[in-house]
């Protein structure tokens, strides 16, 4: 395996169909990697329809497409923001036609050297270009809804992936959350994920606002629904590819966190701290992040259940 601090790991993210939320879950993803520590490179490689830079609050003057043209090299479309190196693509037309995607190796492997993790922003669909960005990464995540036409197109892409050789590392569900999402064991089988990264992020309107602000939700909103999803998601595969920041946050002891005043409780009694930090997180919270319409007395009994439980470590 790579080892953290250059000579990176390159991941496609790649849909089957468009508006599912890939380029959202790239721009998050990315962040997320990168507030843990991670040096982290994004490519716009959706040559036709490119929006990472205005995910990220980004108005380049020079573009991917610039260097695939031939008339500018990848430091010259680098682009620092949010912690990380972007490389954003173009929405001109013209620079679309002129883009040669057979150049993409060379862009991928000077950023390869230079980061931890490098993701490309894959278009939709089973197009040659599409082709590309998979041939040149070491694995690929795939983005798809559980509304049937995506998750049928995700299985598509699915098995280029399988002919090309690449292993999925993983599926992301997006905009869940609303109570029909039940069955995400079978839908992973489906897909040919079981044995990889599998999160789901639910339906949230933090995600909307962020994209309208030109900003990742994860930075916005840190305690939205959608941005703890794409937290997760970092850390998992981060995990699945067993790569650690080169600088890790300072492992602190066991503390209890009052979630009403924010101020820390010591045990009364001695507790083992080798798992660093357990923080009490309202159920209220834990509720929202699942997507769960409880009714009040469900809740209620939740909440009763709850304090039950807390009562044994208090």
């Known amino acids: 395996m790579n080892e953290a601090g250059g000579d990176g790991y390159v991941f496609a993210v790649a849909s089957g169909k468009g508006g599912v939320g890939k380029s959202t879950t790239t721009a998050n993803l990315g962040v997320a990697l ?12 959706d040559l036709g329809m490119a ?20 008339d500018a090299s990848t430091a010259d479309a680098t682009y620092a923001v949010n912690g990380l190196t972007l490389v954003p693509g173009s929405t001109d037309l013209e620079q679309f036609a002129r883009a040669d995607a057979k150049s993409l190796h060379r862009v991928v492997e000077y950023l390869r050297q230079r980061n931890d ?23 690929v995540l795939l983005v798809t809804t559980a509304e049937l036409a995506s998750l049928t197109d995700a299985t598509k892409t699915g098995k280029l992936v399988g002919k090309l050789d690449k292993p999925v590392v993983g599926a992301v569900f997006t905009r869940t959350g609303d109570g029909s999402f039940d069955d995400v064991e079978g839908i992973a089988t489906a897909l040919g994920t ?8 639910p339906h949230d309107d933090a995600v909307k606002l962020a994209v309208r602000k030109g900003q990742p939700v994860v930075s916005l909103k840190p305690e939205s ?23 890790s946050p300072e492992q602190a002891g066991f503390e209890w966190v009052d979630p009403a005043t924010g101020e820390a409780e010591k045990p009364t009694a001695p507790v083992d701290d080798g798992d660093g930090p357990v923080y009490e997180i309202p159920l209220e919270d834990l509720i929202e992040e699942a997507g ?11 909440v009763k259940l709850y304090d039950r439980v807390k009562s044994k470590f208090s």
């Open 225 to 247: 629904p959608a941005a703890r999803a794409y937290a997760r998601l970092a850390a998992k595969l981060a995990d699945s590819i067993g790569i650690e920041p080169a600088t």
């Open 292 to 302: 769960l319409n409880a009714d009040d007395d469900a809740s209620e009994r939740r």
């Open 194 to 201: 079981t044995d990889a990264v599998t999160v789901s992020v």
């Open 117 to 139: 993790v490098v993701l490309l922003d894959a278009g939709a669909g089973l197009s040659h270009d599409i082709a590309m960005a998979m041939s040149v990464a070491d694995g």
């Open 51 to 70: 929006n990472l830079a205005g995910l990220l609050g980004v108005n380049p003057d020079v573009t991917l497409h610039d260097v695939l043209g031939g």
């Open 34 to 45: 990168a507030d843990d520590g991670f040096d982290v490179a994004l490519v716009d490689v």
